[in-house]
């Protein structure tokens, strides 16, 4: 299916925040693509929960959960302010939608809606 994303000839610029949260890490970034089809990181931002998990040998989901809500809206404003832009430069937002830990990805597209609307 192509859009105005995938088509092979996009007719401006376009800056994309994509937000990851389906396990146990929080990141953003920032990627420009340009109309040429070329595509630059502008930003990546990752949190990590390693220390949070480790006494539990792994990936404990609720814990993951709960540290994706305290940490999201800290990566998405670094990772847009690493990139030297605003939000209101967005042209599209992306967010894992699956497979994964439910907990971190409906806090991810939770975060993804809510800085669409």
Do not use: W
Request: hydrophobic share 45%.
């Amino acid at each position: 299916m192509e859009n105005s994303l995938t088509a092979a000839s996009p007719t401006r610029d376009q800056l994309v925040l994509g937000i990851e949260s389906s396990c146990d890490d929080t990141a953003a970034a920032v990627v420009r693509r340009l109309a040429n089809g070329e595509r630059r990181i502008l930003s990546n931002v990752t949190q990590s929960q390693f220390d949070r998990h480790a006494a539990y040998g792994g990936v404990v989901p609720e814990i993951a959960a709960r540290a994706h809500v305290e940490r999201i809206d800290g990566v998405i404003a670094q990772a847009i302010e690493k990139s030297g832009h605003t939000y209101s430069d967005l042209t599209a937002i992306a967010a894992t939608a699956g497979p994964g830990l439910i907990g971190g990805v409906m806090v991810g597209l939770t975060a993804a809606k809510g800085l669409a609307l």
